[in-house]
């Protein structure tokens, strides 16, 4: 973790409420990496067969169906493409974020760089080939995933191009919009199971259908992201002072916010109804 950008470790002249904003954010960033970790594993173990059902929109290629059009081929290699770069966006990040590595060894936060900003730009576009040449779930997510696509590639361009040209503080500022970007492709699922557990699926169309939940979750697993961390780049979390009034409710709405993050990580990956614990507990035996 970044510490010059993280809040510093507690000392004995912390107040209660110091301290206890300090834990509540640590066991997130526990909970994220964790479950970041187990979301790449997720995808990796289920792209190379090794869960019982492989990703449906490869189904052709991986089954070795006919696929008789140009436009099968670009949506099925293209995707397969977004799944292998997906895995690099989810996983190489501590590398990139630790400002040991930054300033200890350059090289390293040099060369995983060029391969993320790789990765980023190339798993943006096989995932807009296959919007293109096959579509999303519905139309209205082909439009979403597209505006999140391109914010995504262009976050990544633009953190390479300031990068070589050591106008440092503005990559760091589309480094972080990156990292908000690729956080959004595993905020989505984990959206959509907290909301359906928590609130009992308002908003959710039957089957097949969209309500309106399914329409707003569309931009809520990214846009949010991208206020956050425009409140990041502009450092408004060192300046916020709360009056003291405020200072319990805040603690209060964050752990609420940290709970059910936790939950809803918990759900997903590690239960054998959650999306990808579903693949993961039986990949590793244990249903
Ligand atoms: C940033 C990291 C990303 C990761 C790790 C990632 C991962 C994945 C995974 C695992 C799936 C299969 C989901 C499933 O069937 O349950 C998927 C599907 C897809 N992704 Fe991504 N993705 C990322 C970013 C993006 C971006 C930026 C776009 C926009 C171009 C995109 C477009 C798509 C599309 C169109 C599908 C197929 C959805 C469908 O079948 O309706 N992804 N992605």
Same mark, same amino acid.
């Given at each position: *973790? ?5 809040? &510093? ?12 904003? +300090? ?13 970041? $970790?187990?979301?790449?594993?997720y995808?990796? /173990? ?30 099925? /290699? ?12 989810? $996983?190489?990040?501590?590398? $990139?974020?630790?400002? %040991? ?12 760089? %060029? ?6 730009? /190339? ?38 191009? +300031? ?9 760091? &500022? ?6 908000? *970007? ?44 991208? $206020? ?5 780049? %502009?450092?408004? +979390?060192?300046?916020? =002072? ?24 918990? *759900?997903v990956t =590690?239960?054998?109804?959650g999306k990808y614990g579903?693949?993961l ?7």
């Amino acid at each position: *973790m970044d510490m010059r950008h993280a809040r &510093a470790a507690p000392t004995r002249t912390d107040t209660i409420e110091q301290r206890l904003l +300090h834990r509540i954010g640590h066991a997130t960033q526990v909970v994220a990496l964790v479950g970041l $970790l187990a979301f790449g594993a997720y995808i990796v /173990l289920r792209a190379v067969g090794a869960t019982p059902k492989n990703f449906d929109q490869w189904r052709a290629l991986m089954e070795g169906q006919a696929m008789p059009t140009a436009a099968d081929w670009i949506a099925n /290699l293209g995707i397969g493409l977004h799944f292998a770069m997906g895995t690099v966006l989810v $996983l190489a990040w501590p590398i $990139l974020l630790s400002s %040991r590595i930054r300033s200890r060894h350059r090289a390293v936060h040099r060369w995983t760089g %060029r391969v993320y900003v790789t990765a980023g730009v /190339l798993a943006g576009a096989g995932g807009m080939s296959f919007i293109l040449t096959h579509g999303a779930y519905t139309p209205a997510a082909s439009v979403a995933f597209a505006v999140w696509g391109a914010v995504m590639m262009l976050s990544a361009i633009m953190a390479f191009v +300031h990068a070589r040209a050591k106008r440092f503080d503005r990559h760091r &500022a589309w480094a972080i919009r990156l990292f908000a *970007m690729v956080l959004g492709s595993w905020v989505f699922d984990l959206e959509i199971r907290a909301w359906k557990d928590l609130t009992g699926g308002i908003g959710m169309g039957a089957g097949a259908t969209s309500g309106p939940f399914d329409y707003a979750i569309l931009y809520l697993f990214f846009v949010p992201n991208l $206020l956050v961390a425009e409140g990041f780049i %502009r450092n408004l +979390h060192k300046r916020i =002072a709360w009056p003291r009034l405020f200072t319990w409710p805040a603690i209060t709405a964050f752990a609420v916010a940290g709970g059910v993050f936790a939950y809803a990580v918990v *759900m997903v990956t =590690a239960t054998a109804s959650g999306k990808y614990g579903k693949h993961l507990l039986q990949a590793f035996g244990g249903e």
